[in-house]
Nanobody, 121 residues
């Protein structure tokens, strides 16, 4: 299992930025990513990072605005969110898996507790 702990959510005005962090421990993940879940909607995979190659995936809704990266020294994955929109308001979950799947595959068996991001208009 991979244990995941998110931090960095909060409240921001539209057009602003937030940075989420996810500290990983336990088994080594092959891929880590972020889902978000807006009120009344299903969870959606918005970005993923293949740790061995650095390959990334972004959903169309966040492409060009969000960036996923890794801080190797801290075993942490970072989600930099810029140009935030009210529709980005959601609970954001860090995820990880120890097996290999295509990077856009939304199957993950390790989840963080979630952190709230609220974007006001």
């Amino acid at each position: 299992q991979v244990q995941l702990a998110e931090s960095g959510g909060g409240f921001v005005q539209a057009g602003g930025s937030l940075r989420l962090s996810c500290a990983a421990s336990g088994r080594t993940a092959t891929t880590m990513g972020w889902f978000h879940q807006a009120p009344g909607k299903d969870r959606e995979l918005i970005t993923a990072l293949r740790l061995s190659t650095g390959n990334t995936y972004y959903a169309d809704s966040v492409k060009g605005r969000f960036t996923i990266s890794r801080d190797n020294a801290k075993n942490t994955v970072i989600l930099q969110m810029n140009s935030l929109k009210p529709e980005d308001t959601a609970v954001y979950y860090c995820v990880g898996r120890t097996y290999f799947r295509p990077i856009q595959n939304p199957t993950y068996d390790n989840w963080g507790q979630g952190t709230q991001v609220t974007v006001s208009s």
